[in-house]
């Protein structure tokens, strides 16, 4: 019994003792206001753009003042597609701000100019300036309605920085006028930024689980480097990873995760700049350790330390103690034993499969936790007391943590009766989890028994295994021809194409891959050389658009040099040819996808582009998706085309189930059988149309089509940009993004990109529909497998996996799918025969 209490009294302290390693700043309580309103920001720290009159100069942009003429008012009217005016403000020191309000020019009546949307632009060092994106990618904040009342808006996710921006944004030239305040706290840590390898895909049995920094601000490409992002957000993940705080995001959202696979040296190696030079004393990470899913807390860090330009040759090791039997989340606390330095290098080695982080603070100097308000500064006096701000939480430290070890008491007497009555549960629990686990490291001697059911086998790569132009070289068939495969792969400059004909009709033409990745984040249709002279004649008008028609509505994707953008456009009607018809009266705005190309691309990506406009014009076809018009009289460049308003068709098809007894007791959306092969052969029937030009896609896939009314499908090409199907595409090094679940083994191998691989991808594509979407084709292989899978089709020894029969699935359309996937390109269909085939299933009723 003795012990026992022992046990007791020891779990308390350490639960006392966590309950106050939280994150360094919490949301919740930070919301101060930093002192536009209260005076305790100089004037000399507020500039502007310009000023109507210095009677409303930037000093006179402070909220719920009305001195001056009673607020900042930029110099000229504000035209829509003029973001050049703002209003600076200088905290001069980094600062949490979670909160910003606005108000207009009142001035007592006489004023009544105020600014509708606006745009917050922030910066650490005052030369890289960031632009701020919601979760939801969205950069256009709600302002006022009149000139009088505050309108307060969250920032979600928060912002670290010195200097904030405001940019007034109108969908009409007009006058306007700004009051502004920022809510927020001190930014203790003194962390400008931190550089991490990117965040990685977890594939579980049912679904995906994607792991990367969804708000980092700095670059990412194979690692994210100078930007600070979730692991500084001041949001810890739950326990379940695939759960997360914030509403309708995918699964693993709060978490940045790594798989042990990636990185030969078993570690993560993280890099955090600081502000100058700190004495640290500790630095605190929240891990994930939900183990039954092979996801632990790190077992060792290794810490280097920077003062000035050297690196200290000792570094400092730390090993944690994390008990076995408990997954939930929680701090690791590392002590740094003062160490200064103005940098931190840290090597975080796995413990298991997976190692997930959702928040890493630092202690130095005398920072505690941010808690309290900013001190004033000397200025004017403030006119509203804490008690009367509502935006002012007072946050008692002693009292909460009191509470805390009283919960914590409670919480440790029901917890260790609970242990101990259902220690042998939890353990044949975990044996059962860990056994039924899918083990990619499993030898080639493992039993058919063992793996996934689903599949036929899984083979294992070798310890020879390289990328796909090096692996290609090692097959016995090409040993020959090494050097031109080699020489073949990396061809990325120029664009070879040869046409097989078959029964004296082109069936499909071959072109290399030239690069995947279009200027605007998504594919543009590979051209073959057949097909150039539809290009070289006379070039089809197309309208030119006003831009102050367009008004946005939300970011669908980005890509290296441009964005998509999904917006309404009023007059649209006066700008179409009668081809194109809308189901909307005419005065209505129409729904449209509005592709930019970046204003700092350069001459080849603007060249791509107008290209890309000149293709586009040519393609009509009921379910192709459509170039509606363009902006291209002055930057940024834009192409406006169609866009349908139920979104892309993984996402429709994944909210619906099919027709049955489960979906009207669960009382979900439903999906007949005869409407997924009514979506199945509008595709069908659009790819057949690009076919007979020769135009090849290299994106067929769900992401990669439109849901209009009564289930009407085009073809279009946003997929890649969007960061949620991130996930569908694999990086080669040195070379573009690949979807390479969806590609041909000769497209893989040998970079041919064929209409032959396009019904490939089709098969794929059809796969997907009558599994609604649900699941990742070889969702149970990691990419590396994929590609192994892929040299088991040109090995051609009977070995190859290929996608399982989806659930409802009859036969015949089975064998649809086997046939786009067969070894021999000229043994594939044509579009012509696919459609040809699903079209006369839909008219007789049966596939």
Known sequence: MKHLWNIHLFLLILLCLLGAVTSQVNPGVCRYPLGMSGGQIQDEDISASSQWSESTAARYGRLDFEEGDGAWCPEITVEPDNLKEFLQIDLRSLHFITLVGTQGRHAGGIGNEFAQMYKIKYSRDGSRWISWRSRQGKQVIE????????????????????????????????????????????????????????????????????????????????????????????????????????????????????????????????????????????????????????????????????????????????????????????????????????????????????????????????????????????????????????????????????IGCLVAIIFILVAIIVLILWRQVWQKVLEKSETFAYNHNQSSTTSEQESNATYDHIFPLGPDYQEPSHLICKLPEFAQNSEELASTSTAASKSTTTTVVQDGVPHYAEAEIVNLQGVTGSNTYAIPAVTMDLLSGKDVTMEEFPRKLLTFKE????????????????????????????????????????????????????????????????????????????????????????????????QFLSRHEPEGQLALLSNASTVSFNNQCYIATQIASGMKYLSSLNFVHRDLATRNCLVGKNFTIKIADFGMSRNLYSGDYYRIQGRAVLPIRWMSWESILLGKFTTASDVWAFGVTLWEILNFCKEQPYSQLTDEQVIENTGEFFRDQKRQIYLPQPVLCPDSLYKIMLSCWRRNTKERPSFQEIHQALHTALIWGHV
């Open 143 to 402: 302002g006022n309605r009149n000139a009088y009342d505050i309108v307060l808006k969250d920032l979600e996710p928060p912002i670290i920085a010195r200097y904030v921006r405001f940019m007034p944004v109108t969908d009409h030239s007009m006058n306007v006028c700004m009051r502004v305040e920022l809510y927020g706290c001190e930014w203790l840590d003194g962390l400008v930024s931190y550089n991490a390898p990117a965040g990685e895909q977890m594939t579980l049995p049912s679904y995906p689980v994607y792991l990367n920094d969804s708000v980092y601000d700095g670059a990412i490409i194979y690692s994210m480097t100078e930007g600070l992002g979730q692991l500084t957000d001041g949001v810890c993940g739950l326990d379940d990873f695939t759960h997360s705080h914030v509403y309708n995001v995918w699964p693993g959202y709060d978490y940045v995760g790594w798989n042990n696979e990636s990185f030969p040296s078993g570690y993560v190696e993280i890099m955090f700049e600081f502000d100058r030079t700190r004495n640290f004393t500790t630095m605190k990470v929240h891990c994930n350790n939900m183990f039954s899913l092979h996801v632990k807390a790190f077992r060792q860090v290794v810490c280097y330390f920077r003062s000035e330009t050297n690196w200290e040759a000792l570094p400092l090791s730390f090993s944690p103690v994390v008990g076995e039997t408990n997954p939930s989340a929680r701090f690791v606390t590392v002590n740094l034993a003062n160490h200064m330095a103005s940098a931190i290098k840290c090597q975080f080695y796995f413990a298991d499969a997976w190692m997930l982080f959702s928040e890493i603070t630092f202690q130095s100097d005398t920072a505690m936790y941010n808690t309290t308000p900013t001190q004033p500064k000397t200025g004017l006096p403030a006119n509203t007391q804490p008690e009367d701000d509502p935006t002012h939480k007072i946050d008692d430290s002693n009292t909460r943590l009191l």
């Open 555 to 650: 970011k669908l994707g980005e890509g290296q040099f441009g964005e998509v953008h999904l917006c309404e456009a009023e007059g649209m009607h006066e700008f179409m040819n009668k081809e194109v018809l809308f189901d909307i009266s005419e005065g209505q705005p129409v729904l449209v996808a509005v592709k930019m190309l970046r204003s700092d691309a350069n001459k080849n990506a603007r060249n791509d582009f107008l290209k890309e406009i000149k293709i586009m014009s040519r393609l009509k076809d009921p379910n192709i998706i459509r170039l509606l018009a363009v902006c291209i009289h002055s930057d940024p460049l834009c192409m406006i085309t169609e866009y349908m308003e139920n979104g892309d068709l993984n």
